[in-house]
């Protein structure tokens, strides 16, 4: 579902990516892990048509910057970004007007609650706590039903009832047939989630390991970031 053949990004003297190559799959959980630093939300943000960038990234057979590839894609940053004025109602509506697909006030009801922000859902943006952000950007990329969904340290900020839905929800996506890619610097956060990791240094892919060969994420991971 998702090629990132050879990006390289820079900015001014930084060498954030280089030369970044990797896929995920349908049906697949890919984590892209790595310290602080990395490139991860670098290389999301190549993918996701912010950044300017050298090489190519492929999202269902379309170029990234495509209207198609647009439409398959979720994408949930990793500082929340929500509209100050609008209700958390309204964002749901909002993001399937902009996609102009069918309202669905039921769905976005149901969704609302697994997040417990159905008693907040006539809040405004401006009046939301940072993890309530955290999870209406979470629903607002989801709203469309994309095929390839991009969480960018999607952990960080929820209280532990929205990580449990969210990591529950996770493994519906991938049995729905949806790529999911997910960064995060905590090993911990997705030991027990994850097809396929790249482990991201200084830029570079370190490495890249598939759950089928590799036990435990976390003894691959200090022994290619301690080891060499
Ligand atoms: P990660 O998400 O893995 O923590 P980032 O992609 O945010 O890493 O950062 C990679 C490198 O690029 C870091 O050295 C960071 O300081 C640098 N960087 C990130 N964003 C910018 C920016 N807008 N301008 C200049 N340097 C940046
Ligand atoms: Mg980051």
């Not at 912010?50 to 170029?63: A, C, K, Q, S």
């Not at 405004?124 to 955290?134: A, F, I, N, R, T």
Request: charge should be neutral.
């Amino acid at each position: 579902m998702l090629q990132v053949s050879n990006v390289t990004k820079r900015y001014a003297k930084t060498l954030a990516n280089d030369a970044v190559s990797l896929t995920a799959e349908s049906g697949k959980i890919t984590v892209m892990l790595g310290p602080n630093g990395a490139g991860k939300s670098t290389l999301i943000k190549c993918i996701a048509g912010l950044l300017r960038f050298e090489g190519e990234v492929i999202i269902g057979g379309y170029g990234n910057k495509t209207l198609e590839a647009k439409r398959l894609l979720g994408y949930v940053p990793e500082i929340p970004a929500v509209y100050d004025l609008l209700t958390v109602r309204e964002h749901l509506e909002f993001m399937r007007r902009a996609y102009r697909i069918p309202l669905n006030p039921e769905q976005d009801q149901a969704r609302l609650e697994r997040f417990e922000l159905w008693e907040h859902k006539d809040k405004v943006g401006k009046e939301l706590s940072k993890g309530m952000q955290q999870k209406v950007s979470i629903l607002c990329a989801l709203t469309h039903d994309p095929k390839l969904i991009i969480f960018d340290e999607p952990l960080v900020g929820l209280d532990p009832h929205a990580i449990k839905e969210l990591k529950a929800w996770f493994g519906e996506l991938r049995a729905e047939g949806c790529a999911l890619l997910i960064s995060t610097h905590m090993i911990e956060s997705v030991e027990n989630l994850w097809d396929t990791a790249h482990i991201l240094m200084r830029g570079k892919v370190a490495a890249s390991v598939d759950a089928a060969d590799q036990a435990s994420l976390a003894e691959k991971f200090f022994a290619i970031t301690e080891g060499a």
